[in-house]
């Protein structure tokens, strides 16, 4: 019983540490655990990995969490797809515009490297509401191209700087055969984000269990979901471009949802960096199935978590009544200034 009881008062402390910096860390010395046989496990795996890799994995309900390089500036690749919806979602909530607000494809918006909507006609005109979805769920550059061309490139550096997402920056518009290093983020950043939106905390709680419904959508399942039992469910965004290959995500395991972002870089080849994230995906399933029976085992509390939505529910279709849209004559808002809690990123957007 002793046993019991100092490792439940080091927890204690550890889910102090954690409450009181509301979002994943970079991972600690914990007492034997799941996780701390996961944290072993990932340093296991990363020492054959075959490139430059970081990984969080974070446990929603008690925010401890395992990783390895986890602020590691990586290419964040199609990645990046989830803060530009962050800040369409920003905006709306700001009513700047809604989810009808109709957005005219340029041809400066195509690219034809992910996604259908690059061969239609220019100055074809689609909702936020589809541009958003396929952006997601079908990866397509040219409907987040016109989206960042809506929102403005450098309010969404701006937010993620201010949110306190310092690793990540959208350097350019989405070019297939350009440069992926200029799409930065890291790992820790990708999870912190996840893990605010799992908390309906990001933007506000319509916003965050929309932006969940539109992860739970996606279509390019081969990665983290591969490995898991069928039927799981998992909010996710993809990542691939050249010898990248990101993905990241929350996951509903039962009473032990859990966020986890893997991405990997200077792969030799795509398929290696496949098997990679499937590995780690296992590895971390098993262990916060695990963590859910000791956390039982040891009388720790239960925190309720929202379920994960699932994508054309209502919530949806439920936009604040008080969004209202932009005239059509002009395609970029200007939406107004978030509390400067933190410095603004250099110029240069």
Do not use: C
Request: no cysteine; glycine share 6%; net charge negative.
């Amino acid at each position: 019983m002793q046993t019991v009881r100092r490792t439940l008062a080091t927890l204690a402390v550890l889910l102090a540490v954690f409450a009181g910096a509301g979002s994943p860390l970079p991972a600690v010395a914990m007492p034997r655990t799941p996780l701390a046989d996961l944290e072993r496990g990932l340093t296991a795996m990363s020492s054959h990995a075959p490139g430059n890799v970081g990984i969080v994995v974070a446990d929603l309900a008690t925010g401890l969490n395992a990783g390895i390089n986890v602020s590691a500036n990586m290419p964040a690749a199609s990645t990046i797809k989830i803060p530009v919806m962050v800040e369409v979602f920003r905006q709306m909530e700001a009513g700047a515009f809604d989810l009808n607000r109709l957005v005219t494809l340029e041809g400066s918006d195509r690219d034809w490297g992910s996604g259908d909507l690059a061969d239609a006609a220019v100055g074809s005109q689609y909702p936020v509401s589809m541009l958003i979805h396929v952006m997601i769920t079908e990866s397509d550059n040219t409907a987040t191209n016109m989206l960042i061309r809506l929102v403005g490139r450098a309010h969404i550096n701006t937010t993620m700087w201010r949110l306190g997402f310092h690793q990540t920056r959208l350097g350019d518009f989405i070019r297939s055969d350009g440069d992926i290093r200029s799409l930065r983020t890291s790992p820790l950043d990708m999870a912190r984000l996840l893990e605010a939106m799992a908390h309906d905390q990001l933007i506000d709680a319509w916003a965050s269990r929309a932006m969940i419904a539109v992860l739970v959508g996606q279509q390019h399942n081969s990665l983290l979901p591969e490995p898991l039992p069928p039927g799981t469910t998992i909010a996710h965004k993809t990542g691939t471009l050249h010898d990248t290959l990101n993905d990241v995500g929350i996951v509903y395991l039962n009473s032990e949802p859990y966020v986890i972002a893997v991405m990997t870089t200077h792969l030799p080849t795509l398929e290696s960096g496949r098997r990679f994230i499937r590995g780690v995906s296992l590895l971390a399933y098993d262990a916060l199935e695990r963590f859910a029976t000791w956390r039982e085992t040891n009388a720790m509390p239960q925190l309720s978590l929202p379920a994960a939505i699932a994508p054309d529910t209502e919530m949806w279709n439920t936009a604040p009544s008080d969004a209202t849209a932009a005239p059509l004559g002009s395609e970029t808002v200007t939406p107004p200034p978030l509390p400067a809690t933190s410095p603004t990123p250099e110029p240069g957007d």
